[in-house]
C-alpha cells in the first residue's frame, strides 16, 4: 500500500474533546492564499494559506486542530497570479472542488515562523486532511480551531522519518 493510501486511510487523531476551553473555539472566515509553496512541492503536504489575522497572531506558535469547510467562488473569473517565490499560480476560486470536498473536514493548522525555513513573518497554514484533486487557491474558507497541540518545532531535513 502506497504511503498516501495509508495516510488518508488512518485513524482520525486528536479525538474532539468533550468539553472545548477558552480561548477556543476560534473561528474564522478567510480566502485561499497563495504562500511560498513549499508545502506540497518540497514536503508532500499540501497546505491552505490564509492571511494571519489578529486572532491568529495572538496565538503561540505550534499546531493546532479543528475542522475545515470550503467554498467555491463561482462568481470570479479564473486567474493567474504570482506567488511570494515569484510563481504563477493559478487562482481557480475552487470551482473544480467536488461535493465531498465541500464538506465539513478535519483539519490541522500550522501557526508561526516556520523555524526550518527561519521565515521573519508569522504565517498560518491549514492541512485539510482529505485527499483534493485539484487546487483551489481563491476559494472561502470557513474555519473553527479547537485546541492546541503541540509547539512549533524545527527539523533537520525535509526527508520522512
Do not use: W
Not at 526550518?116 to 483534493?132: C, D, L, M, Q
Amino acid at each position: 500500500m502506497s504511503l498516501k493510501k495509508l495516510y488518508y486511510n488512518r485513524p482520525m487523531r486528536p479525538e474532539v474533546p468533550a468539553n472545548v476551553v477558552e480561548p477556543y473555539p476560534i473561528h474564522l472566515h478567510d480566502e485561499v492564499i497563495a504562500g511560498f509553496s513549499r508545502g506540497s512541492s518540497e514536503l508532500g503536504i499540501p497546505t491552505a494559506n490564509i492571511h494571519v489575522t489578529d486572532s491568529l497572531r495572538a496565538l503561540e506558535p505550534g499546531i493546532y486542530f479543528g475542522f475545515s469547510k470550503l467554498r467555491c467562488r463561482r462568481e470570479l473569473q479564473p486567474e493567474s497570479k504570482t506567488s511570494v517565490k515569484g510563481q504563477k499560480i493559478n487562482f481557480n476560486y475552487g470551482q473544480h472542488l467536488k461535493k465531498k470536498d465541500l464538506e465539513v473536514l478535519p483539519m490541522v493548522m500550522s501557526i508561526g515562523y516556520n523555524p526550518f525555513y527561519n521565515n521573519k513573518e508569522k504565517a498560518a497554514e491549514v492541512h485539510i486532511i482529505h485527499e483534493f484533486l485539484d487546487t483551489f487557491y481563491g476559494a472561502h474558507i470557513e474555519l473553527v480551531i479547537l485546541g492546541y497541540l503541540r509547539p512549533e518545532l524545527d527539523y533537520i531535513s525535509k526527508g520522512m522519518c
